[in-house]
């Protein structure tokens, strides 16, 4: 059974610092999705990885993905008050699909 | 831009109703998904198709079923709705794999 733990899963930060989010799975897969969800809405894809040593960035944040150590890391630089949001973490059951197992969150609070 | 549709967003039932949730979507994609959402949970996996009326169990299929008649159309059903459905249920569409779509979601009560 694939399992996939994010932490922390709460995580109060002040603006203009930096941190990361980690995000481990349990058996192999060389696929896995980064969401951002705002309160009361849908999931909106943020990034999606699909093999070892991929590296994306976007703005403030940089995702990556280590196959070998079932690790996926989510980097915010500098953060400002407008990245304050839920982050989860999705990694593809390689034999089915696309089918996605999801993390738990991070709830993010950005302070000023 | 790729639309995911769930006509109902919010809805009050009552214990032991029958419920149909529909997600339709607007790009032709073949795999479609039903996920629940809880606090600390995070998502899970109720039900999948990879085609019309195909269908396969998630993680926590019990108590649902779906049904797909049409490729753009993908219904979750609660035949006899109890407290513990109380959720957001959200539907997703892809075709590829590469990106996965996710609809506005659908608040479910049931009291």
């Known amino acids: 059974e694939l399992k996939v733990e994010q932490n922390p899963l709460f995580l109060s930060m002040q603006e203009g610092k930096n941190y990361t989010i980690y995000c481990n799975y349990s058996?192999?897969?060389?696929?896995l999705y980064w969401y951002r969800q705002d309160p009361g809405k849908s999931l909106e894809s943020l990034f999606v990885?699909?093999?070892?040593?991929a590296v994306k960035q976007e703005g403030r944040l940089m995702a990556s993905l280590d196959t070998k150590a079932r690790l996926s890391t989510l980097h915010i630089t500098a953060a400002v008050h407008d990245l304050s949001a839920t982050y989860f973490c999705?990694?593809?059951?390689?034999?089915?699909?696309?089918?996605?197992?999801f993390g738990e969150g991070t709830q993010l609070t950005v302070n000023p | 831009d790729v639309k995911v549709t769930q006509s109902s967003r919010y809805l009050v039932k009552r214990t032991g109703e029958k419920v149909f949730l529909e997600c339709v979507q607007d790009?032709?994609?073949?795999?479609m998904f039903w996920y629940r959402q809880d606090p600390g949970l995070g998502l899970r996996l109720i039900y999948f198709?990879?085609?019309?009326?195909?269908?396969e169990k998630g993680d926590i299929p019990e108590g649902y079923s779906v049904s797909r008649e049409k490729k753009e159309r993908f219904s979750l059903i609660l035949e006899s709705a109890s407290t513990n459905q109380t959720s957001m249920y959200l539907c997703?569409?892809?075709?590829?794999?590469?990106?996965?779509?996710f609809g506005e979601g659908s608040w479910l009560t049931v009291v």
């Open positions: 999705a990694v593809d059951h390689k034999t089915s699909g696309s089918r996605l197992t």
């Open positions: 058996t192999t897969s060389d696929r």
């Open positions: 990885l699909l093999s070892n040593g």
């Open positions: 790009m032709d994609h073949e795999n």
């Open positions: 198709s990879y085609d019309v009326k195909m269908k």
């Open positions: 997703a569409t892809d075709s590829s794999g590469n990106t996965i779509y």
